[in-house]
């Protein structure tokens, strides 16, 4: 049957790093499996900052963070989870300092903190513009110092259940070419992002959301929400690189061609650091009115600040424009679009990480908490994989206490031969299909058909296509053999839980006949309370998700329009 | 049309590497990273190699190519001026399959060094405070990516596989001259070995290919003079 550990998680970044570390700490037995080594998370990538009300910069509180997180969410955030994030951030920020986060400081040596878009006060604490690596570099530092356990560069392809418990999980070992399987007593899923359905994402090229997908095939558990789709408004033209929200924190510009500071005919008291959805669509509405350049991009404009600020605050920022785009941002402005940046859904949890299978939870950007509702504002996201990996940690440890002894043999056993029997399959496959070609279509039809503004048509369209692309799936053919780092057989594995999630998000988006948050229907272009302030929750069936609607957790904040 | 050579090697078939050529479209906005997925999804799938962040910032596609140790996603086809591209793996390093190496050894010397903070005294309520001048100390080590690029081009880890290395002495440096760490003596100790600092012979290969701009060589000397005074004292 494998090998067996009381707790897996799956996922090495933030979240399952802290996930993993609070299990230990519970005196539990406990290993992460991660499709890359930890350090190449893409946590690492996260760059402007994390967000809690400590209080460095000017005056907070933790009752205006969680004001402003449900706010920005467009009142879909479940607010009893905000409660908890914002309640515990400042002490998940002095937790991550005490084991040595390099911050940036104040001048009087406190945790340095920047305004981000949607924030009363500054509120994001950064470590330069690396926040994200500073982060994730000491999570990774403190479990080599509490001796976890970490089988990496492994892909997550099953969660095994028996009636309604986790069993364990199967996976492919990477390096070897084996299919394998693990019996657990609990599973964490901690797998991140799906951003790489999307043609132009800032996301890792590895976050193709397999380990949302996977769990909801073959374990039947639930996601939620994913028709909001985050597109960050800053993202290198081009590649699509992130430019981070902190570089209008620290004071740049947005410009069309004719050199405007546009923001101010959309939201002219807050300019540039409106939330991220009115941003993006201000810029894709300049884009599309023939404003942008070569009808594809605007300026983020940082020469005004200088070279020494951009030197201290957005070092990294300029290193990729130099890098990537050929330029200097203290010279020349950066031509950047919206891209694909995050996901607000993910696998169904409630505020304390449990799904609806006993003993598997999920955490960080793979679950849907929520916390984030329709929009997550920057700094946000960093603070969510810590706060719930910790409590999904420490949750899952609860479980262990009062599980029933149950014997998984038979279940592990049954899908370890299914799936070895599927993997058989796709690599003997004799189709006549090139997968990369329903990769580059799938890519950019949703950033058509499900991108910044949506409608039924475009919608509809994209249903039908993703039928299409399902059937020719079915006849792809393996270019490879090698047992060893098969990246082909990796990727189009991938591909499969690539195209149910975009399935799950395109039907979402066509049933939610409103605009909330992220989600902008041209069609039905403002939020309908009556209908709408409600979850969507989908099902997998062979046929396709099978959808419903699920109440929001409404306490302290009554929903009111959405102004800034 | 740019011709890459690449360096190709799968243990389980292969006695011994050998090169392969693709011809990809003279694009020059291209990274090498994206030449590789081009030929994987056109000419060759059974090509392996690492990849995650495509952005510089991962470490996953540390590797040789045109005579150096580069990330691959950073470096765009056009910065090479040449025809010919050759790509191999990062050298002195085991192979796993074709551009992918093991990197245990690496994390190994990595963990030896004890990467974390330590300080036994009792944590405050909140931040320890770091003024402003002592957090620059750290600056540029802490911006190292653990990709190996620099290790795999020091001629003295290539010599004496127990040499704990320039990424991880960066990192031990990173760790002592950060103000809030108190196990100064520990970690000189730990780098003052038979395979430390000393064996560092200030060839200055690695702070040559660090594509983060870093320099282990300063951080080595530092130790060394840390060393120095505690043998002294
Ligand atoms: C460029 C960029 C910048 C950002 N900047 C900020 C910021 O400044 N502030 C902020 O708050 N947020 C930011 N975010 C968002 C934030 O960084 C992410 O949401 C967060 O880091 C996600 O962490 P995670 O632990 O959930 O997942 P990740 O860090 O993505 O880790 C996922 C892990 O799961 C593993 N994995 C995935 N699939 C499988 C599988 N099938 N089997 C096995 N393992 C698997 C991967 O190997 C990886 O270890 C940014 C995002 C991007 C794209
Ligand atoms: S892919 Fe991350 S550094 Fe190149």
Known sequence: ?564 | MITFKIERFDPDVDREPRFQTYSVADNKEMSVLEALFYILENLDGSLSFRYSCRGAVCGSCAMHINGRNRLACQTLIKTLNSKTITVSPLPHQKIIKDLVVDMDNFFEKYEKIKPYLINHSVEPEKERLQSIKEREKIDEMVNCILCGACYSACTMSALDGKFLGPAALTKAYRFYADSRDTAKKERAEIVDSEHGIFRCHTLFNCSEVCPKKIVPTYSIQKLKGAVAKKRLS
Not at chain 1, 38 to 54: D, E, K, T
Not at chain 1, 123 to 134: E, F, N
Not at chain 1, 333 to 347: A, D, E, L, N, T
């Open chain 1, 1 to 564: 049957m494998g090998v067996h550990h009381q707790i897996i998680v799956v996922g090495s970044g933030l979240s399952g790093l802290r996930a993993a570390l609070e299990a230990k700490k519970n005196g539990l037995d406990v290993a992460i499996i991660s499709r890359v080594q930890p350090v190449r998370s893409h946590s690492i990538a996260a760059q402007g900052g994390i967000n809690a009300a400590l209080g460095n910069a000017s005056e907070d509180s933790t009752n205006s963070h969680a004001f402003d997180t449900v706010k920005g969410s467009d009142f879909l955030a479940d607010q009893d989870a905000v409660e908890v994030m914002t309640q515990e951030a400042p002490g998940i920020v002095y937790e991550m300092e005490h084991w040595g986060t390099p911050f940036s400081r104040t001048k009087d040596g406190k945790i340095a903190q920047r305004p981000f878009g949607g924030a009363a006060f500054p509120r994001t604490c950064y470590a330069t513009d690396i926040t994200g690596h500073a982060l994730l570099h000491t999570m990774c530092e403190r479990s080599v110092y509490e001796g976890i356990k970490v089988y990496e560069e492994s892909l997550l392809l099953s969660v095994v259940r028996s009636d309604n418990s986790v069993c364990g999980i199967i996976t492919l070992n990477i390096k070897t070419g084996e299919i394998e399987s693990f019996s657990a007593d609990s599973v964490i899923i901690a797998t991140g992002g799906y951003g790489r359905i999307y043609g132009n994402s800032t996301n890792a090229i590895i976050n193709t959301g397999s380990g949302m997908a996977f769990p909801y095939m073959t374990a039947s558990v639930p996601l939620k929400d994913l028709e909001f789709v985050q597109f960050h408004p800053t993202t290198l033209y081009g590649t699509n690189i992130l430019m981070t929200e902190g570089a209008r924190g620290e004071g740049g510009y947005l410009r069309n061609k004719n050199g405007d500071r546009f923001m101010k005919n959309y939201t002219p008291n807050v300019m540039e650091l409106a939330p991220r959805d009115i941003v993006a669509r201000s810029i894709q509405t300049e884009i599309n009115e023939g404003r942008g350049f070569d009808n594809a991009y605007v300026h983020l404009d940082l020469t005004h600040l200088g070279r020494e600020k951009i030197a201290e605050r957005l070092p990294g920022i300029r290193d990729i424009c130099i890098y990537f785009a050929g330029l200097d941002p203290v010279e020349k402005p950066i031509p950047i679009q919206p891209g694909q940046h995050y996901s607000m859904g993910g696998i169904a949890c409630n505020k304390d990480c449990e799904t609806e299978v006993s003993g598997l939870y999920a955490a960080g950007e793979s679950a849907c908490v929520s916390v984030h509702g329709g929009n997550r504002l920057g700094g946000n996201s960093l603070l969510d994989t810590i706060v719930f990996g910790k409590r999904a940690g420490h949750y899952a440890a609860i479980y262990l206490k009062s599980k029933p002894k149950k014997d998984c043999t038979t279940a592990i056993d049954a899908e370890l031969k299914r799936v070895k029997a599927k993997v058989n399959a796709l690599e003997n496959s004799t189709g006549k299909e090139n997968p990369s070609k329903i990769r580059s279509e799938l890519k950019a039809m949703m950033v058509t058909n499900a991108g910044v503004f949506r409608d039924k048509a475009k919608l509809e369209a994209g249903v039908v296509k993703i039928k299409e692309l399902k059937e020719r799936y079915k006849t792809i053919h393996l270019l490879s053999k090698s047992k060893k780092f098969n990246l082909d057989l990796l990727r189009n594995l991938e591909l499969e839980g690539k195209l149910v999630l975009a399935e799950v998000i395109l039907k979402g988006a066509l049933m939610r006949e409103e605009s909330r948050g992220s989600h902008f229907r041209t069609d039905f272009p403002t939020r309908d309370d009556a209908k709408f302030l409600k979850h969507t929750i989908a099902y997998h069936t062979e046929d396709g998700p099978k959808l419903e609607y699920r109440d929001v957790n409404i306490s302290k904040f009554t929903p009111e329009a959405r102004k800034y």
